[in-house]
C-alpha cells in the first residue's frame, strides 16, 4: 500500500531507523488506515528495550511494566499525567500466565515481531506496516493471521484458541463487541461462542475498565447492535442486569401505544435515541429499568401500569452509576434524565409547570432530556414528534427569558434598601421574596420601574 503517514509519525520511525532498530506501526491504528478510517491512537512497536527509547526521546516517559513508552509531540519537559498527544511505542513482548485475567503475571522482552503479533487479541489488530523512510515509498503489510480478510469480511476473529485469549484477559470480551459496535461488524463463531463461555469472568475486570468499554460502545456508530450483542453473548446480564430484567415484562394494553416488553422497548429507545453523548444514550438504554419492580395487571380490565416507575428509576440507577463508578457528576445528571424523563407535553400547562420543570431537569440538560424523549416516542412506536412537543420546545424557550429565582430581579437589596431607608436584614429578603412571587406568578412585569413602585407598596 502507499503510505500517507503523518510527518510526527514518519519522524518518530526514520529516528528508530537511523539507530538501526526495528519498528513497525500495529494495532487499531493499522486497522484504520487499510479501512481509511481516520487514525486517532498511533501505537508501534520495536525491538528496542524501554531504555533505549528513552535513550532516542529524553522528553518521553515510561511508568509501567509492560514495555510502553509515551512520546509526547510536542518538547515539553516530561508528564505522563498532562493531557497532550502522544505516540506508544511498546517492545516486542512475550506473556505468560494471566491470573487476574487482565494483565500478565510476567513480561518478558520478544526478539522478533512474529512474538509480538502472536500475543495480541484480534486479527484485525495484528496486522503490522513495516518501516518506510519516505512518505512517498510503498508500505509493506506483514499479517500472519489474515486481518485483511477478516477487515473485508467485516468479521471480528480472535487471535488462535478464542478460549486461551479470552481466559488471559477477559476484558477482551468487551472489546470484542465495542469494536464491532464501532465499525459494523460480526463477531466469528467460534470468537461469540469463547465469549458466551467465559462470560462470568467478567467479573474479574475492574468496574472501570467495563464503565470504560462500554461508554466507548456507546458512543459507537451502532450502539444498538452492540447492546444486542451484549445481550446474545450473556454479558448484558452480568454488568447490566437491571436491563436484562425488562426483557418478558409486557407493555401492551387497552389504550396504550406499547406493543413489545420493556426489555425490547429500552434497546429501541437507544437505537433511536439523537445524541450522540455516551450518558445520554445510557439514560435512554435505562430510562424504564423502574417498570418491572412497578408492573401492575388489573385482572379484570387487564389494563397494565407502572406507577412511579420513574421513581423507582431514578434510584436503579444511582445504584448503577456506583457500580460503574461513575463520576458524581455524572451520576447526578443520569439520575435527572431518568427521574425526570416522563414529563408531561400539554398546551394547557401554565408557565410556572413548565417552570418547575426547567428546575427539576436544569436549564444545561433540557436538550438532552428531550433527546431521551424522543428515543422513547420512537422507542415505543410513537412518530418522531408531535405539534405539542414542538409547542412544548419552544416554550422551553420563552419561559427561560423570565425570571426564575430572585437573583434574576431587575432589583435587589441595596435598591430596597435605598428606596425605603431601611439596614440590611430579615425584612429586605422578605421584600424581594413578596416581589418575586408576584412576578412568578405573572400579575407583576419585572421592570425597574414597576418592581420599585411595588416595594413602596409593600410597606
Given at each position: 500500500?502507499k503510505?500517507?503517514?503523518?510527518?510526527?509519525?514518519?519522524?518518530?520511525?526514520?529516528?528508530?531507523?537511523?539507530?538501526?532498530?526495528?519498528?513497525?506501526?500495529?494495532?487499531?491504528?493499522?486497522?484504520?488506515?487499510?479501512?481509511?478510517?481516520?487514525?486517532?491512537?498511533?501505537?508501534?512497536?520495536?525491538?528496542?528495550?524501554?531504555?533505549?527509547?528513552?535513550?532516542?526521546?529524553?522528553?518521553?516517559?515510561?511508568?509501567?511494566?509492560?514495555?510502553?513508552?509515551?512520546?509526547?509531540?510536542?518538547?515539553?519537559?516530561?508528564?505522563?499525567?498532562?493531557?497532550?498527544?502522544?505516540?506508544?511505542?511498546?517492545?516486542?513482548?512475550?506473556?505468560?500466565?494471566?491470573?487476574?485475567?487482565?494483565?500478565?503475571?510476567?513480561?518478558i522482552?520478544?526478539?522478533?515481531?512474529?512474538?509480538?503479533?502472536?500475543r495480541?487479541?484480534f486479527t484485525i489488530?495484528?496486522?503490522?506496516?513495516?518501516?518506510?523512510?519516505?512518505?512517498?515509498?510503498?508500505?509493506t503489510?506483514?499479517?500472519?493471521?489474515?486481518?485483511?480478510?477478516?477487515?473485508?469480511?467485516?468479521?471480528?476473529r480472535?487471535?488462535?484458541?478464542?478460549?486461551?485469549?479470552?481466559?488471559?484477559?477477559?476484558?477482551r470480551?468487551?472489546?470484542?463487541?465495542?469494536?464491532a459496535?464501532?465499525?459494523?461488524?460480526?463477531?466469528?463463531?467460534?470468537?461469540f461462542?469463547?465469549?458466551?463461555?467465559?462470560?462470568?469472568?467478567?467479573?474479574?475486570?475492574?468496574?472501570?475498565?467495563?464503565?470504560?468499554?462500554?461508554?466507548?460502545?456507546?458512543?459507537s456508530?451502532?450502539?444498538y447492535?452492540?447492546?444486542?450483542?451484549l445481550?446474545?453473548?450473556?454479558?448484558?446480564?452480568?454488568?447490566?442486569?437491571?436491563?436484562?430484567?425488562?426483557?418478558?415484562?409486557?407493555?401492551?394494553?387497552?389504550?396504550?401505544?406499547?406493543?413489545?416488553?420493556?426489555?425490547?422497548?429500552?434497546?429501541?429507545?437507544?437505537?433511536?435515541c439523537?445524541?450522540?453523548?455516551?450518558?445520554?444514550?445510557?439514560?435512554?438504554?435505562?430510562?424504564?429499568?423502574?417498570?418491572?419492580?412497578?408492573?401492575?395487571?388489573?385482572?379484570?380490565?387487564?389494563?397494565?401500569?407502572?406507577?412511579?416507575?420513574?421513581?423507582?428509576?431514578?434510584?436503579?440507577?444511582?445504584?448503577?452509576?456506583?457500580r460503574?463508578?461513575?463520576?458524581?457528576?455524572?451520576?447526578?445528571?443520569?439520575?435527572?434524565?431518568?427521574?425526570?424523563?416522563?414529563?408531561?407535553?400539554?398546551?394547557?400547562?401554565?408557565d410556572?409547570?413548565?417552570?418547575?420543570?426547567?428546575?427539576?431537569?436544569?436549564?444545561?440538560?433540557?436538550?438532552?432530556?428531550?433527546?431521551?424523549?424522543?428515543?422513547?416516542?420512537?422507542?415505543?412506536?410513537?412518530?418522531?414528534?408531535?405539534?405539542?412537543?414542538?409547542?412544548?420546545?419552544?416554550?422551553?424557550?420563552?419561559?427561560?427569558?423570565?425570571?426564575?429565582?430572585?437573583?434574576?430581579?431587575?432589583?435587589?437589596?441595596?435598591?430596597?434598601?435605598r428606596?425605603?431607608?431601611i439596614p440590611?436584614?430579615?425584612?429586605?429578603?422578605?421584600?424581594?421574596n413578596?416581589?418575586?412571587?408576584?412576578?412568578?406568578?405573572?400579575?407583576?412585569?419585572?421592570?425597574?420601574e414597576?418592581?420599585?413602585?411595588?416595594?413602596?407598596?409593600l410597606?
Amino acid at each position: 500500500m502507499k503510505s500517507n503517514l503523518p510527518s510526527f509519525v514518519i519522524d518518530i520511525i526514520q529516528k528508530f531507523q537511523k539507530a538501526n532498530l526495528e519498528i513497525y506501526i500495529v494495532g487499531g491504528a493499522v486497522r484504520d488506515l487499510l479501512t481509511k478510517r481516520e487514525v486517532k491512537d498511533w501505537d508501534l512497536t520495536t525491538n528496542a528495550t524501554p531504555e533505549k527509547i528513552l535513550e532516542l526521546f529524553p522528553h518521553a516517559f515510561y511508568d509501567n511494566k509492560f514495555g510502553t513508552v509515551g512520546i509526547p509531540l510536542t518538547q515539553e519537559p516530561k508528564n505522563p499525567i498532562a493531557k497532550q498527544p502522544i505516540i506508544e511505542v511498546t517492545t516486542f513482548r512475550s506473556e505468560e500466565a494471566y491470573s487476574d485475567r487482565r494483565h500478565p503475571d510476567k513480561v518478558i522482552w520478544g526478539k522478533t515481531l512474529a512474538e509480538d503479533l502472536t500475543r495480541r487479541d484480534f486479527t484485525i489488530n495484528s496486522i503490522a506496516l513495516s518501516p518506510i523512510t519516505h512518505n512517498s515509498e510503498p508500505i509493506t503489510i506483514i499479517d500472519p493471521f489474515h486481518g485483511q480478510k477478516d477487515l473485508k469480511n467485516k468479521i471480528i476473529r480472535a487471535v488462535g484458541n478464542p478460549q486461551e485469549r479470552f481466559s488471559e484477559d477477559s476484558l477482551r470480551m468487551m472489546r470484542a463487541v465495542r469494536i464491532a459496535a464501532e465499525l459494523g461488524f460480526t463477531i466469528e463463531e467460534k470468537t461469540f461462542q469463547a465469549i458466551k463461555n467465559n462470560v462470568p469472568l467478567i467479573h474479574k475486570i475492574s468496574a472501570e475498565r467495563i464503565r470504560d468499554e462500554l461508554f466507548k460502545l456507546l458512543a459507537s456508530s451502532f450502539p444498538y447492535e452492540g447492546v444486542v450483542m451484549l445481550r446474545t453473548t450473556g454479558l448484558m446480564a452480568e454488568i447490566l442486569p437491571e436491563v436484562e430484567k425488562g426483557f418478558g415484562v409486557p407493555q401492551k394494553s387497552p389504550g396504550r401505544h406499547h406493543v413489545v416488553d420493556v426489555g425490547t422497548h429500552l434497546l429501541y429507545s437507544l437505537r433511536y435515541c439523537p445524541s450522540k453523548d455516551s450518558l445520554v444514550r445510557l439514560a435512554a438504554l435505562l430510562h424504564d429499568v423502574g417498570k418491572p419492580q412497578t408492573f401492575r395487571k388489573d385482572s379484570k380490565t387487564e389494563l397494565i401500569t407502572f406507577y412511579n416507575h420513574e421513581v423507582v428509576g431514578g434510584h436503579i440507577v444511582k445504584t448503577i452509576a456506583d457500580r460503574l463508578k461513575l463520576s458524581n457528576k455524572d451520576k447526578d445528571k443520569l439520575f435527572l434524565l431518568v427521574r425526570w424523563h416522563l414529563f408531561t407535553v400539554d398546551e394547557r400547562q401554565t408557565d410556572s409547570a413548565i417552570k418547575r420543570f426547567i428546575r427539576n431537569v436544569g436549564p444545561e440538560n433540557l436538550l438532552d432530556i428531550l433527546a431521551v424523549r424522543t428515543g422513547d416516542r420512537l422507542g415505543g412506536g410513537a412518530t418522531e414528534t408531535s405539534w405539542r412537543l414542538d409547542l412544548f420546545k419552544k416554550r422551553l424557550i420563552e419561559v427561560q427569558k423570565q425570571p426564575f429565582s430572585i437573583k434574576d430581579l431587575k432589583i435587589n437589596g441595596n435598591d430596597v434598601m435605598r428606596e425605603l431607608k431601611i439596614p440590611s436584614g430579615p425584612q429586605v429578603g422578605k421584600i424581594l421574596n413578596q416581589l418575586f412571587a408576584e412576578v412568578d406568578s405573572g400579575a407583576l412585569k419585572n421592570t425597574k420601574e414597576e418592581l420599585m413602585k411595588s416595594v413602596k407598596e409593600l410597606i
